[in-house]
């Protein structure tokens, strides 16, 4: 009969180790302190995004002023590069007129080298005789010297023209030269004022595109706060689960924290103990359920232990009030709060900041009301807390 125990165990075994599965007896959890030194971990990723979001932030900053400055400068180089372009279209027009003169001089010269040629020919058949007959036929000595005269004053009108002619040329001819070398050195200006626009505009486009670049980098660094948050509400649920359920705080022992951190854990911080004493407020005699600690407005309050949140919204008197159940029968409750932090079915930590001082509901001033229940009654903070009650 053992034997066949024996081997039917065996065959168990084998077919638990061929799917895989073998019955496990460990939780595998997490403990607090490795829970504690995660979220130290997401704090410090957290704090090295918030870093690196205001450096990135730093030198959009910075590539923002230079894109001003190029901006401006690029605006100048434009408005540079308009007046040389300008003044280019001015020298290329000027240019083509100056051709122009010189075609027509051209032309005109070669007309009067045209006609004198006429006259040379003319004069070379006749040899010296041409201008000899014109002298010859002189009727007198007056009309003589005036045909004197006229002959000389021929010759010199051909040959002034034609120096006028070649001075006109010469001079046209200078000008179009003196234009095209000036052309020509617009044109290099205009090129290099171009270049220096194009490398202005390359530039700009290399500063657009390192904004974008950090601009996509704030993102992701943001979304890695986004998920570090989350990953550390998971892992303050995961401590208050195994805080709650694994500490019974029923029976006083001094151990729950001060709720608030803007005054310190002693009898002169109360305003009012769990005592029964008239209302500020109404007039009426009551029984006063726990402990108020008047504290600056918008100052932090915090859960007193781990646990779920069972109550986050307005209470009656209370005003906007928070309720912790902290298993075991034990919760605590802090009322009169300016804001709440958390929200209903919400897990949190010892020391979690759950709202903020306020005076809301029936209240005097700015306070919070601090009550521990057990089993949904009102007790005395005083051993939970280990702070003295006060009479009044």
């Not at 781990?306 to 919760?331: E, P």
């Amino acid at each position: 009969m053992m034997k066949i125990l024996k081997r039917a165990t065996c065959l168990i075994l084998m077919a638990f180790l061929a799917i895989g599965v073998l019955p496990s007896y460990k939780t595998g959890a997490a403990t607090i302190a490795e829970l504690e030194a995660k979220r130290k971990n997401l704090a410090q990723q957290t704090k090295n995004a918030k870093n690196e979001i205001e450096n990135l932030k730093a030198k959009q900053l910075s590539v923002e002023e230079e894109m001003d400055a190029m901006d401006k400068v690029m605006n100048s180089l434009q408005a540079e590069l308009d007046t040389e372009q300008s003044d280019l279209d001015i020298m290329s027009a000027s240019l083509q007129t100056a051709k122009k003169d010189l075609e027509e001089a051209s032309a005109k010269r070669e007309q009067q080298f045209e006609l004198l040629g006429s006259r040379m020919r003319f004069l070379q058949q006749k040899g010296s005789t041409g201008y000899l007959e014109i002298l010859l036929e002189a009727e007198s000595f007056s009309d003589l010297f005036l045909r004197m005269q006229y002959v000389n004053d021929i010759m010199l009108f051909d040959k002034d023209i034609l120096d006028e002619l070649q001075a006109t040329q010469n001079t046209i001819q200078a000008k179009t030269d003196e234009i095209a070398e000036n052309q020509a050195a617009q044109a290099i200006v205009v090129k290099e004022q171009k270049e220096k626009v194009e490398s202005m505009h390359s530039l700009i486009s290399e500063k657009e595109a390192l904004m974008a670049s950090y601009s996509k980098d704030v993102k992701k660094q943001e979304q890695l706060i986004a998920a570090n948050a989350k990953a550390d509400q998971q892992v303050l649920n995961l401590m208050a689960q195994q805080t709650s359920s694994a500490t019974p705080y029923y029976t006083g022992n001094g151990s729950l924290g001060w709720p608030v951190p803007a005054k310190k854990a002693a009898s002169s911080s109360l305003s009012s103990g769990f005592v029964h004493r008239i209302n500020p407020v109404t007039g009426r005699s009551e029984n006063h359920s726990g402990y108020d600690i008047p504290a600056p407005y918008g100052s932090a309050i915090v859960a007193a232990e781990a646990g779920k949140v069972t109550y986050s919204g307005w209470m009656n008197g209370y005003g906007y009030t928070i309720i912790i159940d902290h298993g075991g029968g034990l919760s605590t409750l802090y009322g009169h709060n300016s804001s709440l932090v958390v929200s209903k079915g919400q897990m949190v930590t010892r020391g979690q900041t759950v709202a903020k001082c306020g005076s809301t509901g029936i209240s005097t001033g700015n306070h919070c009301h601090f009550s521990v229940l057990v089993n949904g009654s009102y007790v005395n903070p005083q051993s939970y807390l280990g702070v003295q009650n006060i009479s009044k």
